[in-house]
């Protein structure tokens, strides 16, 4: 069982960074790939990026690549979304999840737990 708290959204002018960050409760929190996915007002949930167990591996959305950033620090039981030239369409609930397969994956159904959310809200 793993439980996952997300803190650090917030209001932010286009442009401006962030950075989101996952607790996971659990001793077993290494051997989870860990995913953030986010959904806009209106819209279906989307994946944002993800990161394998070890971190030696991450995969990005299009809409993100170049502009977000996953990491993790399995000592602290945290994974990371640092997130730079935010522009409005970034707004959205994020949500990180944990995922005990092997290979990374986009799709927010293989995912095993999940946490609560982070509003993130990009002006213009």
């Known amino acids: 069982q793993v439980q996952l708290v997300e803190s650090g959204g917030g209001l932010v002018q286009a442009g401006g960074s962030l950075r989101l960050s996952c607790a996971a409760s659990?001793?077993?929190?290494?051997?989870?790939?860990m995913g953030w996915f986010r959904q806009a007002p209106g819209k279906e949930r989307e994946f944002v990026a993800a990161?394998?167990?070890?971190?030696?591996?991450?995969y990005y959305a299009d809409s993100v690549k170049g502009r977000f950033t996953i990491s993790r620090d399995n000592a602290k039981n945290t994974v990371y979304l640092l997130m730079n030239s935010l522009k409005p369409k970034d707004t959205a609930i994020y949500y990180c999840?944990?995922?005990?397969?092997?290979?990374?994956?986009?799709?927010?159904?293989?995912?095993?737990?999940w946490g609560q959310g982070a509003q993130v809200t990009v002006s213009s």
């Open positions: 999840a944990a995922d005990d397969g092997v290979i990374l994956t986009t799709l927010g159904g293989e995912y095993d737990y």
């Open positions: 990161i394998t167990w070890s971190g030696g591996s991450t």
């Open positions: 659990g001793r077993a929190f290494r051997r989870y790939a």
